[in-house]
């Protein structure tokens, strides 16, 4: 069972809650609510889309199953695996960032059980994502990983995310993220297997080189100089 307590929207309040968290999210960035609310509202075809993905996939339906959540009590033990693991390469880029796998918000406005574990399962893979594609955490990183996530899942929320990061660029940003970043996340996207039916707590004692080749997964190019 998920935290949190869902609410049944109609369909007037749904638009009013997607126009609302779309105006404060780009008002706002950082907020991870409203960031959280406009995927709920504006995703749920998309969200049905990659349900049936997981469904047609043996890690997807087992996640379905046994619906893992990344949270400390269960991902923990990746602060102890070998350097050149998946897993420790997670908890490196969680430990020097000082984030937490529990400081996600719950899921509030999915209809089923089932979308409601798909919306929280895709939010909560997030940072695995960056640990996989080397993507840093600022305006032009997470810009880049939500190209990637909508080449992955076609949420809408993703692609208002792009056009409200790329908003607040400054030219040299700008520049920087048009011609080097887009055009690499675009075809990473496309590229690489199928995200959201891998069972990833599964396979961090794996070499994350070993991973990557296996889910086509290319890293960001470093920066031009």
Same mark, same amino acid.
């Given at each position: 069972?998920?935290?949190?307590?869902?609410?049944?929207?109609?369909?007037?309040?749904?638009?009013?809650?997607?126009?609302?968290?779309?105006?404060?999210?780009?008002?706002?960035?950082?907020?991870?609510?409203?960031?959280?609310?406009?995927?709920?509202?504006?995703?749920?075809?998309?969200?049905?889309?990659?349900?049936?993905?997981?469904?047609?996939?043996? *890690?997807?339906? $087992?996640?379905?199953?046994? #619906?893992? &959540?990344?949270?400390?009590?269960?991902?923990?033990?990746?602060? @102890? %695996? !070998?350097?050149?693991?998946?897993?420790?390469?997670?908890?490196?880029?969680?430990?020097?960032?000082?984030?937490?796998?529990?400081?996600?918000?719950?899921?509030?406005?999915?209809?089923? *059980?089932?979308? $409601?574990?798909?919306?929280? #399962?895709? &939010?909560?893979?997030?940072?695995?994502?960056?640990?996989?594609? @080397? %993507? !840093?955490?600022?305006?032009?990183?997470?810009?880049?990983?939500?190209?990637?996530?909508?080449?992955?899942?076609?949420?809408?929320?993703?692609?208002?995310?792009?056009?409200?990061?790329?908003?607040?660029?400054?030219?040299?940003?700008?520049?920087?993220?048009?011609?080097?970043?887009?055009?690499?996340?675009?075809?990473?996207?496309?590229?690489?297997?199928?995200?959201?039916?891998?069972?990833?707590?599964?396979?961090?004692?794996?070499?994350?080189?070993?991973?990557?080749?296996?889910?086509?997964?290319?890293?960001?190019?470093?920066?031009?100089?």
């Amino acid at each position: 069972m998920l935290q949190g307590r869902r609410i049944r929207l109609k369909g007037w309040q749904q638009a009013a809650v997607a126009v609302g968290s779309a105006f404060g999210a780009l008002m706002d960035p950082r907020r991870a609510d409203l960031i959280a609310a406009l995927g709920e509202t504006t995703g749920k075809p998309a969200f049905e889309r990659v349900l049936e993905r997981m469904k047609n996939n043996p *890690e997807g339906r $087992a996640m379905l199953l046994e #619906r893992p &959540r990344v949270i400390s009590a269960n991902v923990g033990h990746a602060w @102890d %695996l !070998p350097e050149n693991t998946f897993g420790a390469a997670y908890a490196r880029f969680m430990g020097s960032r000082n984030f937490s796998p529990d400081d996600r918000p719950p899921v509030r406005f999915m209809e089923t *059980e089932e979308l $409601a574990y798909v919306a929280m #399962r895709a &939010r909560e893979v997030h940072d695995f994502w960056h640990t996989l594609f @080397d %993507l !840093p955490t600022n305006l032009i990183g997470e810009s880049a990983l939500k190209v990637i996530e909508f080449e992955q899942m076609y949420l809408p929320m993703c692609l208002l995310s792009v056009v409200g990061g790329t908003a607040r660029f400054n030219e040299k940003q700008r520049a920087l993220f048009f011609k080097h970043y887009l055009p690499w996340a675009t075809r990473a996207g496309m590229q690489c297997t199928d995200l959201m039916c891998i069972y990833y707590e599964q396979h961090f004692h794996e070499d994350l080189d070993v991973v990557r080749k296996r889910w086509g997964i290319t890293p960001a190019p470093a920066p031009p100089k």
